[in-house]
């Protein structure tokens, strides 16, 4: 028996694979890992498909030094566009737009390290607004907010807070120095204990190692995290990742089909920078990915619901909201 069909057969058993597995197979076949990781994704998660969409609803100079974002004050981009939180009808309108499209999920992002108590009042009403008017859940990214705080969102009407680990605790401090990542750690576990379910994963390609993603993953894993945005750097210029190359369509395949391993039942979600890749992704929904972000990014363009629905048809998922 091979080494991957050896870890297939141990996941879909119930049982986790370690680090060191993990390492071994990231260095397996490509077509056989690929293969393997989707024959998961069917057995443990049938075929569901999570999609959802992101506004960017508090744009522009932000405080933290994230060394690829084009809002941030520390470094001069094209993205100059700035403005406060959007009104209660801006954000439910969009809801409404969505749900219209078939989208399941509708999440609002801020910028800057966290929202204030003022801000966290005000988007609790047009949550509130979104849930009377639509069915559609609702997703936040807040920043590090504290217990109390997610306890009013989810009062509020919304279902998961989203707060991306970026990379391991180990390459953190490489791409980030304005907050730590146990600033991070300590916010998804507030969002947690205020019954919110966690969304969180990285940005590949920031020069970090293999075992960084590896590791990035498995603190996920450990924090219950069920919803693995995958996001694939975009060098933006005038950040200081700009001359980065941007991530081969086969690592990506491998990352994906190696997350799926390490997290059985999670919706792994292409992210921002799916784009990049020649073929938009399909590659990796048949690597073991089973959800996207869609429509535009914060400050990239995206793929349109649209033609993200027929992907998802074509390829034989059915669109449905997983883990709550």
């Known amino acids: 028996m091979s080494?991957?069909?050896?870890?297939?057969?141990?996941?879909?058993?119930?049982?986790?694979?370690?680090?060191?597995?993990?390492?071994?197979?990231?260095?397996?076949?490509?077509?056989?890992?690929?293969?393997?990781?989707?024959?998961?994704?069917?057995?443990v998660c049938g075929d569901g498909?999570?999609?959802?969409?992101?506004?960017?609803?508090?744009?522009?100079?932000?405080?933290?030094?994230?060394?690829?974002?084009?809002?941030?004050?520390?470094?001069?981009?094209?993205?100059?566009e700035s403005y406060p939180l959007l009104s209660e009808e801006e954000l439910a309108a969009g809801a409404r737009h969505n749900e219209k499209q078939g989208v399941l999920r509708y999440s609002i992002v801020t910028s800057g390290k966290r929202l204030s108590e003022?801000?966290?009042?005000?988007?609790?009403?047009?949550?509130?607004?979104?849930?009377?008017?639509?069915?559609?859940?609702?997703c936040v990214s807040f920043g590090l907010l504290d217990e109390p705080q997610f306890r009013k969102i989810k009062e509020a009407g919304a279902s998961r807070v989203h707060c991306n680990l970026e990379s391991s605790a180990r390459y953190f401090p490489s791409v980030c120095t304005t907050h730590t990542y146990q600033e991070k750690i300590e916010t998804l576990k507030a969002a947690k204990r205020a019954g919110l379910s966690i969304c969180s994963g990285g940005i590949l390609g920031l020069g970090e190692t293999m075992e960084d993603r590896i590791?990035?993953?498995?603190?996920?894993?450990?924090?219950?995290?069920?919803?693995?945005?995958?996001?694939?750097?975009n060098p933006i210029p005038g950040t200081?990742?700009?001359?980065?190359?941007?991530?081969?369509?086969?690592?990506?395949?491998?990352?994906?089909?190696?997350?799926?391993?390490?997290?059985?039942?999670?919706?792994?979600?292409?992210?921002?920078?799916?784009?990049?890749?020649?073929?938009?992704?399909?590659?990796?929904?048949?690597?073991?990915?089973?959800?996207?972000?869609?429509g535009d990014m914060l400050t990239t363009a995206g793929i349109t619901v649209e033609t993200d629905m027929e992907l998802?048809?074509?390829?034989?998922f059915e669109v449905k909201r997983c883990h709550g």
Request: proline residues 3%; contains cysteine.
């Open 215 to 233: 590791d990035m993953v498995l603190t996920a894993r450990e924090l219950g995290v069920k919803s693995i945005p995958v996001n694939l750097l």
């Open 118 to 138: 003022n801000e966290v009042d005000q988007v609790c009403e047009s949550i509130r607004r979104i849930k009377e008017e639509t069915s559609i859940e609702v």
């Open 240 to 294: 200081p990742y700009e001359k980065l190359a941007p991530l081969t369509d086969e690592e990506a395949c491998r990352c994906v089909a190696l997350f799926r391993f390490l997290i059985p039942d999670a919706s792994i979600r292409l992210a921002g920078g799916r784009g990049l890749l020649g073929d938009k992704g399909e590659a990796c929904f048949l690597s073991g990915a089973n959800a996207a972000i869609s």
């Open 3 to 43: 080494f991957i069909s050896e870890m297939k057969d141990k996941v879909c058993r119930g049982e986790w694979i370690d680090r060191k597995e993990a390492l071994q197979l990231a260095k397996e076949p490509l077509a056989g890992l690929q293969e393997a990781a989707d024959e998961i994704r069917k057995r």
């Open 312 to 316: 998802i048809h074509r390829l034989g």
């Open 49 to 80: 498909f999570d999609i959802c969409t992101i506004v960017n609803g508090k744009c522009g100079r932000c405080s933290e030094d994230c060394k690829y974002c084009a809002q941030s004050a520390h470094y001069h981009t094209a993205c100059e």
